[in-house]
């Protein structure tokens, strides 16, 4: 699977990146030396790669390895392997079995920087396309348990990637280049079948929008009401966002994505400094910040201060959106207003509510007036960058979040353990998405209220959150919860990263 968390290349060079990719890591499968388990005709071998910014690679560098640095790879193994070879048996949790009786193993993640990609291949003087199926390869090999901090290791690993790499051949090539996404024709190495872009692709305006505010401010209600379905969830508990989450929204005017950041607070674990640093990392990034205030208070709190600050301090240009008019009169949105006014010069003050849509539309086009010219990131039938395995796990937790109280909903996540699709080729009223899902927390005390006397909690619980899954798919679901107990998770990486708390770029 392939991830895109970078903004630099555009849609038609990334695709061409993913082939190269894949063309590495289909010429590693081959190798004599892989373990003949992971060979079995009925086992498929899977992995992500991700491609990032060099900032992004620095900071994670920086968490999981104590490096400040920006490097060209990461690899982050899912099986104990040396040299091709398992050093433990592979267990039922490293299998994921699909309907067709065929498995799959997850090999682990490949994090691969863009712009390291394109450095080293000026400096080498071959093309990017050359650099970058080299380093898939030298990843891949690290999934495997190859290494080269040993002498002996770094021989044999050396070995293997100058015997793949005289697979690699340079096809004909027509005219034709990568085009960045920063300025009028960034141009870079060529890659095959790519035509360079010109002004004539180029929206009017396109661009990032980042929704920032306090927690339980309106953002998530907003995005969902931009996106016309339900892609963040909402609650009256605050903090209930935890990643950063897209929406598209397509016009003749231009393509905006929005992204709606967790509530700005004070980090209390490290679950909350994640989620502060997917909200400070998409501010950075965004062409447009869109704070949002809450229309029932007159005076400016610290988050929006602070966001101001920010906006001046990086010269972005900032909309300011004060929801819930529909709990006020208009009259008395208007202290609120002068006091926001005297606070920073915004490029608009604009009163809505994300509930009923009031002033969404003039909001829209202030905001796609700021924006530049640019290009199409998504085509027009996706509307988020959200999969519905990642969806579901959200229509899950929001069920918790309604179902119990107190401490409890900041305690627990949801992972989607397996996720089967429908078999189209059934008839409609056969087709069912099976989903298995488990709920983390922290207590064994939380976990018998998850469950409930006589299981009643955990199907009421799944029942709700079915019948969201079942509107959002168009298919019938059956889902399966199970609760699980990992004492103090919001504080272990291990469980963040399996979680997926940590692997946010934009």
């Not at 490949?110 to 712009?115: A, C, K, V």
């Not at 505010?213 to 009256?236: C, D, E, F, M, Q």
């Not at 529909?326 to 009163?351: C, G, M, R, T, W």
């Not at 469950?451 to 798919?473: P, Q, V």
């Amino acid at each position: 699977m392939f991830v895109n968390r970078q903004r630099k290349y555009n849609a038609m060079s990334v695709s061409q990146f993913q082939d190269v990719c894949q063309r590495a890591c289909d010429d590693v499968e081959v190798s004599p030396f892989l373990d003949r388990k992971l060979r079995d005709s009925k086992i498929k071998l899977s992995l992500t790669v991700y491609y990032v910014s060099s900032e992004f690679m620095k900071k994670t560098n920086q968490q999981f390895r104590n490096i400040n640095a920006s490097t060209d790879v990461l690899s982050f193994p899912m099986l104990n392997m040396k040299n091709g070879k398992l050093t433990e048996p592979l267990g039922s949790e490293d299998v994921f079995w699909h309907k067709d009786q065929t498995g799959e193993i997850m090999l682990g993640d490949i994090f691969i920087s863009l712009d390291k990609v394109r450095t080293q291949a000026d400096e080498l003087e071959h093309d990017m396309q050359q650099e970058l199926y080299f380093l898939t390869v030298h990843s891949v090999l690290h999934l495997l348990g190859f290494d080269h901090i040993d002498a002996n290791d770094e021989k044999k690993m050396t070995s293997e990637q100058r015997r793949i790499m005289k697979k690699y051949q340079t096809p004909d090539r027509q005219d034709g280049h990568l085009e960045t996404n920063e300025g009028d024709g960034d141009l870079v190495s060529e890659f095959p079948d790519q035509n360079p872009s010109t002004t004539h692709d180029l929206l009017s305006h396109s661009g990032f929008v980042a929704i920032i505010g306090r927690p339980n401010v309106g953002k998530s209600t907003l995005l969902n009401h931009l996106a016309g379905v339900k892609l963040a969830i909402t609650s009256h508990k605050p903090q209930t966002t935890r990643n950063s989450i897209r929406a598209i929204v397509n016009n003749d005017d231009g393509q905006m994505v929005f992204i709606d950041t967790p509530g700005i607070h004070r980090p209390k674990n490290e679950l909350s400094k994640f989620m502060m640093d997917a909200a400070l990392r998409s501010t950075q990034e965004a062409d447009v910040i869109l704070l949002i205030a809450d229309g029932r208070f007159e005076r400016p709190s610290q988050v929006e201060r602070d966001t101001v600050e920010f906006a001046q301090k990086h010269k972005k240009n900032i909309i300011l959106a004060i929801n819930k008019s529909d709990f006020v009169d208009k009259e008395q949105l208007l202290p609120a207003i002068k006091n926001y006014a005297a606070l920073h010069p915004f490029s608009a003050i604009i009163p809505i509510s994300a509930k009923t849509g009031d002033g969404v539309d003039v909001l829209i086009r202030e905001i796609m007036a700021l924006l530049p010219p640019g290009p199409k990131y998504y085509p027009d039938e996706i509307f988020t960058d959200q999969t519905e395995r990642e969806l579901s796990a959200e229509l899950i937790r929001e069920q918790i979040l309604r179902f119990t109280h107190q401490e409890i909903p900041y305690g627990t996540a949801v992972m989607i353990d397996k996720f089967e699709e429908a078999d189209e080729t059934l008839p409609p009223d056969k087709q069912i998405i099976r989903i298995y899902a488990s709920v983390m927390c922290e207590r064994d005390s939380h976990k018998a209220i998850l469950l409930g006397k006589g299981g009643l909690m955990i199907k009421r619980i799944g029942s709700s959150a079915r019948s969201d899954i079942e509107m959002m798919t168009g298919h019938k679901v059956y889902l399966e919860i199970h609760v699980k107990v990992r004492q103090n998770w919001q504080n272990m990486p291990v469980h963040l990263k399996e979680l997926g708390y940590g692997k946010d770029d934009h």
